[in-house]
């Protein structure tokens, strides 16, 4: 009865099999489900927050520490969510929410190194140390200089940040992994790959196990209207 916004698949603390989902323009749902069986798919769990959206779900390397994205709060108080998945079986806890500097809404977030990346307000994104999920903290963030600037997502492999920012196409950064010396705390641009559409909506690097070739998915959003 309601819109699914973005889901992630992750093996549990446990050994099985998990996903979580977001909800769009709905009530702030998140659902926990045991994917184990991709033929019989269970909802083992629920968690609701105030938004309207949930717009993006990740979670940590480690499976144990999920983190949600909030947009359309109530209170205007956006930011992300942090939940406890290291159990899902015995029920989904709340650890702590972030929100400073982040109330204008949060589209997506990356979880990376026990860093979360989290889009602010379509401008930026900061980076969060959840090092301890029930103190998180900034250290960082990276924003483009121009003043039309607009970012969609974000995808961090090896130690650099592939960001999609529509206009200006992909952009990729030094965040501890590249050789410009950048890090979490003082991210460093390496370049960008200007897009002709100037869709630029999502993001994803791919390395091939079977080559050893380095790839970026790039994908477009764009509403038509008619025929």
Do not use: C
């Given at each position: ?115 979360v990346y989290a889009l602010s307000a379509g401008q930026r994104y900061d980076i969060i140390n ?98």
């Open positions: 009865d309601r819109g699914t916004s973005d889901l992630w698949v992750w093996e549990g603390v446990d050994g099985r099999d998990y996903a979580i989902t977001g909800t769009h323009s709905a009530e702030g749902h998140a659902y926990i489900w045991d994917v184990t069986d991709p033929g019989n798919l269970v909802m083992v769990d629920t968690v609701r927050v105030d938004a309207r959206t949930v717009n993006d779900v990740k979670v940590s390397e480690d499976g144990r520490v999920a983190v949600i994205s909030r947009e359309g709060a109530s209170n205007r108080r956006n930011g992300i969510v942090l939940l406890d998945v290291s159990d899902p079986t015995a029920g989904v806890r709340v650890i702590s929410s972030y929100d400073d500097e982040l109330t204008g809404g949060v589209h997506n977030v990356f979880v990376y190194e026990s860093h959840i090092e301890d999920p029930a103190n998180p903290h900034r250290v960082g963030r990276f924003e483009l200089p121009n003043a039309d600037r607009s970012i969609h997502d974000v995808w961090v492999r090896d130690g650099i940040a592939y960001s999609a920012n529509w206009n200006d196409g992909v952009v990729m950064v030094d965040v501890g992994g590249g050789d410009a010396g950048g890090s979490p705390r003082e991210p460093v641009m390496m370049g960008e790959f200007p897009f002709p559409t100037g869709w630029n909506h999502a993001v994803y690097p791919y390395r091939s196990e079977s080559t050893g070739k380095f790839y970026l998915f790039a994908g477009d959003e764009a509403a038509r209207t008619g025929q």
